[in-house]
Structures are given as structure tokens and as C-alpha cells.
């Protein structure tokens, strides 16, 4: 699997292993990653950055959802992708075209660099 551009990807999963093993699988690609345990953590650290190029976040996180943050995240940057990483299945209507992207856990590892690799392509070209 080729990485077509090197994303700065913000990271936000409230299970420790989970979020370490993304974040490894992410930089042996290539990509930088800033870890965040939740929406309020993540939030704090898209605030006091504007380099990240994606948001890849849990669904379920202690306090505000991924959904939350991604609604707070794009309030301050519109334009900037957010995939949904979820155990549930949730629809369209649930999602409230807040996050460009849902993937089903477990994530398969191709489909999510593949995922990123699109989005964040998409909004550079825009």
C-alpha cells in the first residue's frame, strides 16, 4: 500500500490499546499522529493546532461522543475530514452529515488508508 501524501492525523480513541495500536499501523505508513483519549482531550489539541489534515475518532467515548467532536472540530474548520470509527451500526440519519466517513470496528487496516488517503487528497483539492 503506497501513501500518496503524509497526513497529520488526530487520533481519538478512549481505549489505550486500540488508540496505540492506530497510531502505530498509521506511522509505519508514513502519517504523523497526536493521540487523544477523548472528545474533550482531542478538541483541546485541534484547538491548539490547525495542522492536522484529518480526525480519525471512536463513535463511543467517555463524555462527548465522536460525533460531538467532530461537530465542535468542524465548527472551527469546516472544511477539515472526519472519519467515524464505530462498533455500532449507525445510519446516515445518525451521523447528520457531520463526518465525511464511517467505518465499521474492527477497521480493516487497507480500508483505512485508503479512507485517509482519499479525504485528505479531497480537501486539499478544494
Known amino acids: 500500500m503506497e501513501v500518496r501524501k503524509k497526513a497529520r492525523v488526530l487520533v481519538v480513541e ?6 496505540q495500536a492506530l497510531a502505530r499501523i498509521l506511522e509505519n ?3 504523523d499522529t497526536v ?5 474533550v482531550e482531542g478538541l483541546a489539541k485541534f484547538t491548539e493546532s490547525d495542522g492536522f489534515d484529518i480526525i480519525l475518532t471512536d463513535l463511543s467515548l467517555p463524555g462527548p461522543s465522536g460525533l460531538d467532536l467532530a461537530a465542535s472540530a468542524k465548527a472551527l474548520r469546516p472544511g477539515i475530514p472526519v ?3 464505530s462498533g455500532w451500526d449507525i445510519s446516515e440519519k445518525e451521523i447528520k452529515g457531520s463526518v465525511e466517513m464511517v467505518m465499521s470496528k474492527p477497521v480493516k487496516i487497507k480500508d483505512m ?3 485517509i488517503d482519499k ?3 479531497k480537501a486539499t483539492e478544494e
Not at 493521540?35 to 472528545?39: E, G, H, M, N, R
Open 29 to 31: 505508513f508514513g502519517h
Open 113 to 115: 488508508l485508503d479512507a
Open 35 to 39: 493521540l487523544a483519549k477523548d472528545a
Open 83 to 85: 472519519i467515524l470509527l
Open 119 to 121: 479525504l485528505v487528497w
Open 14 to 19: 478512549d481505549e489505550e490499546s486500540v488508540r
